[in-house]
């Protein structure tokens, strides 16, 4: 028998809703949210703000932080949820090398659905225009261990975290 999932990685483009997802599942879990936009350094955010896609090495340190982040609150006792766009495989094999047994809910959604609702949500650093550079470097998880895919087109953020959250508590792997 394998140990259990100890903390979740809530991935996907822009606009799937893995902020809002996230923190409901924190509150049906008593998981702690880590929001991952909050980490990102000054000149990421410039950069985005300006419509210039992050390259592997704009995101080096920033997924660098989240690995620690992930660490500290599993040292705390605490399970942690990381929003974070996890778009490469790359990405996400640098946080299971962090944090073994890492599992990841994929949002997945359609370039359509995810523009429409970045261009409609008010305050945000990223523009509807870094859509098509974020699923131009997407790699779905698809088939990758510990990993639920949920159907993020219908919005309902209770819905999706009340998945992520029986998938949590109920998964056992192979």
Not at 28 to 49: Q, T, V, Y
Request: aromatic share 6%.
């Amino acid at each position: 028998m394998h140990s259990p999932i100890p903390a979740l990685v809530i991935m996907g483009v822009a606009g799937c809703g893995k902020s809002s997802v996230g923190q409901a599942l924190c509150r049906l879990s008593g998981a702690i949210c880590i929001e991952g936009d909050a980490f990102h350094p000054p000149e990421n955010i410039r950069k985005m703000s300006a419509g210039i896609p992050l390259t592997d090495e704009d995101r080096d340190g920033w997924l660098g932080i989240l690995c620690d982040e992930l660490r500290h609150a599993i040292a705390a006792g605490r399970r942690p949820v990381l929003s974070c766009s996890a778009l490469k495989r790359s990405y996400r094999e640098r946080l299971r090398q962090a944090v073994p047994g890492l599992g990841f809910v994929y949002l997945e959604l359609s370039p359509a659905v995810a523009a429409r609702r970045v261009a409609e949500r008010p305050g945000h650093f990223m523009p509807a225009s870094m859509i098509d550079s974020q699923f131009a470097i997407l790699e779905p998880p698809l088939h990758e261990p510990r990993t639920l895919v949920l159907d993020a087109s219908d919005g309902d953020v209770q819905q999706l975290a009340t998945a992520a959250q029986k998938w949590w508590q109920e998964y056992v792997p192979d």
